[in-house]
């Protein structure tokens, strides 16, 4: 991970637009994959202006939000005369007011400089006002006298400068020294005191700038103090700031100019230019026909469009784009909207498309030249093309990355599917078949197997070996003869045998009649997972990787490859695009060869995993021989979706291995009063899609039922413990480990799988539950947003659970597009709500005319929901009215979603596999005794990885006072809340991903469990 260099940015993303198009299939979250343009971040120099080139050629420009009612659209020109290049405003009329003070006891007029020329405002002659905005001057002093260079005079001195801030409108005390830093951005700038409640700034020099800590959202639109000189230029007279933000600098290469406008818009105090960012319709189609299929984008255009299925710009495959002359006429199209940067969302195909349009392009703007389209100048300016690739597929089936966009999505309308036939089947004992998508790939069959423990399955990755049929039925009839009413086979339509003949869904049924005679249906899935509403994670997922694939064009070079924005673990990574695709083909080229275990290998460490899991659960028969091992697993806290997944899949792996496994009723107060079941195969059957918590659970920890815990444990000499809950269960296996010293007994082997809607447990990235109560979170504020959407200037105050963490909260906001969202982790004041309200009225100015805001349950001690209700109600009397919904225990019910079944599943088998291999090690004489840090562990995803964390090392890593880790890494995604809900925010802090390499990455995982 590497911080943002904006220099790097602003030099590279100056004049060049971005274009997005998806391409292929349509995929669900693919509306939000769009890029999400960044929000403005600091950034320490002003810019050359662009020389004006022949055509269509457009200047810089940027829309200036200089007062809060008024949005000026500003471009940049050189004067061809005088020496102030000015800021020229579209539609301006001399005497027109162009920035007007809050108070609006100033204003600052157009002024016509010369006849026949277009009005511009140099600020000659204008003492700055009293009652402009403290961030809007700040930036333009250290624009004007500290962009390098462009401090001197020509042939004159470097000028110190003296620069004078009122701290009352920045917040009172010392909050406006706290924010300026040198460019080290770690030392703070030298200051001296006045007397009189302001601060002398000394000592900056030209080519020297400063640095903002965070944004100034309240301090831009405050009234400031006068910033003056002390310093005088060559020629010996005076200057306001008004007067160096325009003036005329240069230097022996060209004319270097400074204006107000520029230096707003390159200090990010004011967003990107709407024409900046464009959205090409019907995908390379629309590419190659140009004109109305490409239109430009802003924020209101893809404003409320989260929460839709497939993509509203339009996809089309294109045999045009698949010719020189369709290429030719693409690239006429991108140069003619000053389009050098793309992001193309879709499958291998549509990005293998964009790689060799980019490897062209040079000779493609050459041909351009012959053919007097564009001039040379023009090609000199676009001569080279950026691409980032976004991939969006159902499928899953692009190598490098471990979900593809949609694919989530698709996994809901699946197992919503699954649910419904399983009661069905259920009732009259049928079996059924079900076919779903993967042409060429079986990660979404392979899935929705694990997720619902069908019975038997076929993918093209794994034909099935010779004499499958008796296997199959083999296979079925032992499912039926331990009490179960149904069976489920699951079969990707591109599934194959051995030699490669079609295995179809009617086949396998009427296989399955001929043979056994059961009751037998087929469903056949279709377009139905292409469709419905995205998953909170598809959502989630397509905005960090848009976001990502922003930053990735806008940092990209000539010798940068083209990319593709991938997911690893829970990390955004950057690809080589050619790498990942020439992976891809060599999964087909092994499974053509039939090299099917190479092939799933190459589709990376998640399928392959997936694949040993189902085979372990479905395939392995159950072990005759016993071993002397006895384990026990409870659940402990507060229900969360996906336990019983986990419960099912350790009971039926530890019965695999040959143990004995009992299950323990209501947590550790079932453990004490002996509430103490031995349980087989079939007792767990019909688990995985059910919500809530099978064995009863309950807050209480062992502390206070210690003795009688010991006493049965020893009892049924449980060897180790297995405890799949939240905070609690973490805190309670701690407790257990801690009284090791007093009782031998607790010297066993224990983990902890973290099950919680809050995801607040120590040791990993995701808990259990999670992604469950996140996508009812979701659903119920789709809901109110409609209600608001429909009702008009409505803002609603939603209340989520999670205790301390803000975890629920802030994910949710993100998914639903929230307008902001109070978390303890973020500490907020009186001022930070202020400026909310004053965001959300501006808001209702617009076409959005609705209104979300979240709030965690214990996020502030004083401001509650009803405190933030009425504080809304109150400031938005008039322009908006407001309402509160508490969603309450609703996050903590449903049937788990396919993330947390497939997670839960995952965790139970590798949490028992590491359970005995630590019970052989510490096994001696007949009996085991485990005493070390590590013999006690909290299992979970840590980054790219799943990781196994002692507890004693996890406790100074613990706020036990607020029942949280003390670093959470999901904390980095507010940046993107805060820039998706149009707040003026830093990108200085944003950390992008790194450009790694698929094979490097595929040689350093670990092909184990």
Same mark, same amino acid.
């Given at each position: 991970?590497?911080?943002?260099?904006?220099?790097?940015?602003?030099?590279?993303?100056?004049?060049?637009?971005?274009?997005?198009?998806?391409?292929?299939?349509?995929?669900?979250?693919?509306?939000?994959?769009?890029?999400?343009?960044?929000?403005?971040?600091?950034?320490?120099?002003?810019?050359?202006?662009?020389?004006?080139?022949?055509?269509?050629?457009?200047?810089?420009?940027?829309?200036?939000?200089?007062?809060?009612?008024?949005?000026?659209?500003?471009?940049?020109?050189?004067?061809?005369?005088?020496?102030?290049?000015?800021?020229?405003?579209?539609?301006?009329?001399?005497?027109?007011?162009?920035?007007?003070?809050?108070?609006?006891?100033?204003?600052?007029?157009?002024?016509?400089?010369?006849?026949?020329?277009?009005?511009?405002?140099?600020?000659?002659?204008?003492?700055?006002?009293?009652?402009?905005?403290?961030?809007?001057?700040?930036? $333009?002093?250290?624009?004007?006298?500290?962009?390098?260079?462009?401090?001197?005079?020509?042939?004159?001195?470097?000028?110190?400068?003296?620069?004078?801030?009122?701290?009352?409108?920045?917040?009172?005390?010392?909050?406006?020294?706290?924010?300026?830093?040198?460019?080290?951005?770690?030392?703070?700038?030298?200051?001296?005191?006045?007397?009189?409640?302001?601060?002398?700034?000394?000592?900056?020099?030209?080519?020297?700038?400063?640095?903002?800590?965070?944004?100034?959202?309240?301090?831009?639109?405050?009234?400031?103090?006068?910033?003056?000189?002390?310093?005088?230029?060559?020629?010996?007279?005076?200057?306001?700031?008004?007067?160096?933000?325009?003036?005329?600098?240069?230097?022996?290469?060209?004319?270097?100019?400074?204006?107000?406008?520029?230096?707003?818009?390159?200090?990010?105090?004011?967003?990107?230019?709407?024409?900046?960012?464009?959205?090409?319709?019907?995908?390379?189609?629309?590419?190659?026909?140009?004109?109305?299929?490409?239109?430009?984008?802003?924020?209101?255009?893809?404003?409320?469009?989260?929460?839709?299925?497939?993509?509203?710009?339009?996809?089309?495959?294109?045999?045009?784009?698949?010719?020189?002359?369709?290429?030719?006429?693409?690239?006429?199209?991108?140069?003619?909207?000053?389009?050098?940067?793309? $992001?193309?969302?879709?499958?291998?195909?549509?990005?293998?498309?964009?790689?060799?349009?980019?490897?062209?392009?040079?000779?493609?703007?050459?041909?351009?030249?012959?053919?007097?389209?564009?001039?040379?100048?023009?090609?000199?300016?676009?001569?080279?093309?950026?691409?980032?690739?976004?991939?969006?597929?159902?499928?899953?089936?692009?190598?490098?990355?471990?979900?593809?966009?949609?694919?989530?999505?698709?996994?809901?309308?699946?197992?919503?599917?699954?649910?419904?036939?399983?009661?069905?089947?259920?009732?009259?004992?049928?079996?059924?078949?079900?076919?779903?998508?993967?042409?060429?790939?079986?990660?979404?069959?392979?899935?929705?197997?694990?997720?619902?423990?069908?019975?038997?399955?076929?993918?093209?990755?794994?034909?099935?070996?010779?004499?499958?049929?008796?296997?199959?039925?083999?296979?079925?009839?032992?499912?039926?003869?331990?009490?179960?009413?149904?069976?489920?086979?699951?079969?990707?339509?591109?599934?194959?045998?051995?030699?490669?003949?079609?295995?179809?869904?009617?086949?396998?049924?009427?296989?399955?009649?001929?043979?056994?005679?059961?009751?037998?249906?087929?469903?056949?899935?279709?377009?139905?997972?292409?469709?419905?509403?995205?998953?909170?994670?598809?959502?989630?997922?397509?905005?960090?990787?848009?976001?990502?694939?922003?930053?990735?064009?806008?940092?990209?070079?000539?010798?940068?490859?083209?990319?593709?924005?991938?997911?690893?673990?829970?990390?955004?990574?950057?690809?080589?695009?050619?790498?990942?695709?020439?992976?891809?083909?060599?999964?087909?080229?092994?499974?053509?060869?039939?090299?099917?275990?190479?092939?799933?290998?190459?589709?990376?460490?998640?399928?392959?995993?997936?694949?040993?899991?189902?085979?372990?659960?479905?395939?392995?028969?159950?072990?005759?021989?016993?071993?002397?091992?006895?384990?026990?697993?409870?659940?402990?806290?507060?229900?969360?979706?996906?336990?019983?997944?986990?419960?099912?899949?350790?009971?039926?792996?530890?019965?695999?291995?040959?143990?004995?496994?009992?299950?323990?009723?209501?947590?550790?107060?079932?453990?004490?009063?002996?509430?103490?079941?031995?349980?087989?195969?079939?007792?767990?059957?019909?688990?995985?899609?059910?919500?809530?918590?099978?064995?009863?659970?309950?807050?209480?920890?062992?502390?206070?039922?210690?003795?009688?815990?010991?006493?049965?444990?020893?009892?049924?000499?449980?060897?180790?413990?297995?405890?799949?809950?939240?905070?609690?269960?973490?805190?309670?296996?701690?407790?257990?480990?801690?009284?090791?010293?007093?009782?031998?007994?607790?010297?066993?082997?224990?983990?902890?799988?973290?099950?919680?809607?809050?995801?607040?447990?120590?040791?990993?990235?995701?808990?259990?539950?999670?992604?469950?109560?996140?996508?009812?979170?979701?659903?119920?504020?789709?809901?109110?947003?409609?209600?608001?959407?429909?009702?008009?200037?409505?803002?609603?105050?939603?209340?989520?659970?999670?205790?301390?963490?803000?975890?629920?909260?802030?994910?949710?906001?993100?998914?639903?597009?929230?307008?902001?969202?109070?978390?303890?982790?973020?500490?907020?004041?009186?001022?930070?709500?202020?400026?909310?309200?004053?965001?959300?009225?501006?808001?209702?100015?617009?076409?959005?005319?609705?209104?979300?805001?979240?709030?965690?349950?214990?996020?502030?001690?004083?401001?509650?929901?009803?405190?933030?209700?009425?504080?809304?109600?109150?400031?938005?009397?008039?322009?908006?009215?407001?309402?509160?919904?508490?969603?309450?225990?609703?996050?903590?019910?449903?049937?788990?979603?396919?993330?947390?079944?497939?997670?839960?599943?995952?965790?139970?088998?590798?949490?028992?596999?590491?359970?005995?291999?630590?019970?052989?090690?510490?096994?001696?004489?007949?009996?085991?005794?485990?005493?070390?840090?590590?013999?006690?562990?909290?299992?979970?995803?840590?980054?790219?990885?799943?990781?196994?964390?002692?507890?004693?090392?996890?406790?100074?890593?613990?706020?036990?006072?607020?029942?949280?880790?003390?670093?959470?890494?999901?904390?980095?995604?507010?940046?993107?809340?805060?820039?998706?809900?149009?707040?003026?925010?830093?990108?200085?802090?944003?950390?992008?991903?790194?450009?790694?390499?698929?094979?490097?990455?595929?040689?350093?995982?670990?092909?184990?469990?």
């Amino acid at each position: 991970m590497a911080t943002v260099d904006l220099e790097k940015l602003r030099m590279s993303g100056a004049g060049k637009a971005i274009g997005v198009l998806t391409s292929g299939g349509d995929a669900q979250g693919g509306r939000r994959g769009a890029p999400a343009t960044p929000g403005p971040g600091p950034c320490p120099r002003a810019g050359r202006l662009p020389s004006p080139g022949p055509g269509p050629r457009r200047m810089r420009s940027v829309a200036a939000y200089v007062q809060r009612d008024m949005h000026l659209r500003a471009s940049l020109r050189p004067r061809p005369s005088g020496s102030f290049p000015g800021c020229h405003v579209a539609g301006a009329s001399c005497g027109a007011p162009l920035l007007r003070s809050r108070a609006e006891r100033t204003q600052i007029t157009c002024r016509c400089r010369e006849p026949g020329l277009s009005w511009f405002w140099d600020g000659a002659g204008t003492d700055l006002p009293h009652h402009w905005p403290t961030a809007f001057a700040l930036p $333009c002093l250290l624009g004007g006298v500290c962009g390098g260079n462009r401090g001197r005079a020509r042939g004159g001195p470097d000028l110190p400068l003296f620069l004078r801030l009122g701290l009352a409108e920045l917040g009172g005390e010392n909050r406006g020294l706290s924010l300026l830093r040198w460019p080290d951005r770690r030392s703070p700038v030298p200051v001296a005191w006045d007397g009189q409640g302001g601060t002398f700034i000394a000592g900056l020099q030209p080519g020297c700038p400063l640095f903002l800590d965070e944004p100034w959202d309240a301090g831009c639109w405050a009234a400031a103090a006068a910033c003056t000189s002390t310093a005088a230029l060559s020629r010996g007279s005076s200057l306001s700031m008004a007067q160096w933000a325009g003036q005329r600098l240069g230097e022996e290469g060209g004319l270097e100019v400074v204006s107000v406008c520029d230096v707003l818009s390159l200090w990010g105090l004011i967003q990107w230019d709407p024409s900046d960012l464009s959205t090409l319709a019907k995908g390379y189609e629309g590419l190659v026909e140009g004109g109305e299929n490409i239109n430009q984008a802003n924020w209101l255009s893809v404003s409320n469009i989260i929460q839709l299925g497939g993509t509203v710009i339009g996809s089309a495959r294109c045999a045009a784009f698949t010719t020189r002359e369709g290429r030719l006429a693409a690239a006429y199209n991108l140069v003619q909207r000053g389009i050098a940067n793309l $992001c193309v969302i879709g499958g291998d195909g549509s990005l293998t498309g964009a790689n060799i349009f980019r490897s062209e392009w040079g000779s493609l703007l050459a041909e351009l030249v012959k053919e007097g389209k564009i001039s040379e100048s023009t090609a000199q300016t676009y001569s080279h093309l950026n691409i980032a690739g976004l991939v969006g597929s159902i499928d899953n089936d692009f190598c490098g990355t471990d979900m593809t966009i949609g694919t989530d999505s698709a996994l809901h309308r699946i197992m919503e599917v699954i649910d419904a036939i399983t009661t069905t089947a259920q009732s009259h004992q049928r079996t059924f078949v079900l076919e779903v998508m993967g042409r060429h790939c079986g990660y979404l069959a392979l899935v929705s197997a694990l997720a619902s423990g069908a019975d038997w399955l076929f993918i093209p990755e794994a034909p099935p070996e010779d004499g499958w049929e008796n296997f199959m039925c083999e296979r079925l009839g032992e499912t039926r003869s331990r009490g179960s009413r149904l069976n489920i086979i699951i079969i990707a339509e591109g599934a194959v045998d051995r030699n490669g003949k079609p295995i179809t869904s009617s086949y396998v049924k009427d296989l399955v009649v001929q043979r056994l005679g059961y009751d037998t249906r087929v469903t056949v899935l279709g377009h139905v997972q292409r469709g419905g509403t995205p998953s909170a994670f598809d959502r989630v997922l397509s905005s960090k990787m848009g976001m990502e694939a922003v930053m990735a064009l806008l940092e990209a070079t000539p010798d940068t490859p083209a990319c593709v924005v991938s997911l690893s673990g829970n990390q955004s990574v950057r690809l080589p695009l050619m790498e990942c695709v020439q992976m891809t083909k060599l999964v087909q080229k092994a499974m053509d060869e039939k090299r099917f275990d190479e092939a799933i290998q190459l589709r990376g460490r998640s399928f392959e995993n997936n694949w040993k899991i189902y085979k372990l659960l479905s395939h392995q028969k159950i072990s005759k021989e016993k071993t002397n091992f006895c384990l026990a697993i409870l659940n402990v806290g507060a229900p969360a979706a996906g336990m019983n997944a986990a419960v099912r899949s350790a009971v039926r792996s530890g019965i695999s291995q040959g143990h004995t496994v009992y299950v323990v009723h209501d947590g550790f107060e079932g453990l004490a009063k002996g509430q103490v079941q031995e349980v087989g195969w079939h007792h767990v059957a019909g688990w995985l899609g059910r919500g809530g918590s099978m064995l009863g659970t309950k807050r209480t920890l062992p502390k206070s039922y210690m003795e009688k815990i010991v006493e049965n444990i020893r009892t049924y000499n449980i060897q180790a413990l297995l405890v799949v809950g939240g905070f609690e269960a973490y805190e309670g296996v701690l407790q257990l480990v801690e009284a090791r010293g007093h009782y031998e007994e607790l010297c066993i082997v224990m983990c902890v799988i973290p099950a919680t809607i809050s995801n607040n447990v120590p040791g990993t990235d995701f808990s259990l539950g999670s992604d469950t109560a996140v996508n009812a979170a979701m659903e119920s504020c789709d809901r109110i947003k409609q209600s608001a959407s429909g009702t008009k200037r409505r803002v609603f105050i939603v209340e989520t659970m999670g205790g301390y963490c803000g975890y629920l909260a802030t994910v949710t906001g993100i998914a639903v597009g929230a307008d902001a969202a109070y978390v303890f982790e973020d500490p907020f004041n009186i001022h930070d709500l202020k400026v909310n309200v004053e965001h959300m009225t501006e808001k209702m100015k617009t076409e959005i005319q609705r209104g979300l805001v979240l709030r965690n349950e214990k996020c502030h001690e004083h401001y509650t929901t009803d405190f933030l209700y009425n504080l809304y109600s109150s400031e938005g009397k008039g322009v908006f009215d407001c309402r509160t919904n508490v969603l309450g225990h609703l996050q903590q019910g449903g049937a788990p979603t396919p993330f947390d079944r497939n997670y839960g599943t995952k965790l139970g088998v590798k949490a028992l596999l590491w359970m005995s291999e630590k019970l052989r090690a510490v096994y001696r004489n007949g009996r085991v005794f485990a005493n070390t840090t590590d013999s006690a562990c909290v299992i979970g995803l840590k980054k790219k990885a799943v990781a196994f964390s002692p507890v004693t090392e996890l406790k100074k890593d613990t706020d036990f006072e607020h029942r949280m880790p003390r670093e959470q890494w999901w904390l980095n995604l507010r940046l993107m809340l805060k820039m998706l809900a149009h707040y003026r925010i830093s990108m200085a802090d944003y950390v992008s991903g790194e450009l790694e390499h698929v094979t490097r990455r595929t040689l350093s995982i670990d092909k184990g469990f």
